[in-house]
């Protein structure tokens, strides 16, 4: 890892299960890959090309998750008791995995901040040393 990265300390986060990072629009869309598609059809039982129909949209030349038409939350954010949570959870995709280890949100301490403001999670809990922030932050 360069040393000139602002984080050499490392950074904490610990998710509050709050939800913000799936809710509303300024989130933007939730890419997945064939192979994500693929695990996630046979998790929900069904064909890919039914889970496409059902839950994805094509932008471009990538796919993405639905998003709520009207609150414009992910299609598979779900409440529970009144509580938010992932419907597929252990089949999310990479891009939901790790987050809050976004390029856009590491370029400085306060792009991480600006974060930090929706995300209650960041700066607590575990302590993410540099070489794993460089990790997830290339998958």
Same mark, same amino acid.
């Given at each position: 890892?360069?040393?000139?990265?602002?984080?050499?300390?490392?950074?904490?986060?610990?998710?509050?299960?709050?939800?913000?990072?799936?809710?509303?629009?300024?989130?933007?869309?939730?890419?997945?890959?064939?192979?994500?598609?693929?695990? @996630?059809?046979?998790?929900?039982?069904?064909?890919? #090309?039914?889970?496409?129909?059902?839950? $994805?949209? &094509?932008?471009? %030349?990538? /796919?993405?998750?639905?998003?709520?038409?009207?609150?414009?939350?992910?299609?598979?954010?779900?409440?529970?008791?009144?509580?938010?949570?992932?419907?597929?959870?252990?089949?999310?995709?990479?891009?939901?995995?790790?987050?809050?280890?976004?390029?856009?949100? @590491?370029?400085?301490?306060?792009?991480?901040?600006? #974060?930090?403001?929706?995300?209650?999670? $960041?700066? &607590?809990?575990? %302590?993410? /040393?540099?070489?794993?922030?460089?990790?997830?932050?290339?998958?």
């Amino acid at each position: 890892m360069p040393k000139n990265k602002w984080y050499v300390n490392g950074l904490h986060f610990e998710c509050q299960q709050c939800g913000n990072c799936c809710s509303g629009p300024e989130e933007g869309v939730i890419w997945i890959n064939k192979q994500e598609i693929e695990k @996630l059809a046979e998790h929900l039982q069904m064909t890919p #090309a039914e889970l496409h129909k059902k839950y $994805l949209r &094509k932008i471009g %030349l990538r /796919i993405s998750i639905k998003e709520d038409p009207w609150t414009k939350d992910c299609i598979f954010l779900k409440r529970t008791n009144g509580l938010p949570g992932c419907a597929i959870y252990n089949f999310r995709p990479t891009q939901c995995r790790t987050w809050p280890f976004w390029v856009y949100n @590491l370029h400085s301490p306060d792009d991480w901040n600006t #974060a930090a403001q929706k995300c209650p999670g $960041l700066n &607590k809990g575990k %302590l993410y /040393i540099p070489d794993e922030i460089e990790k997830l932050k290339k998958m």
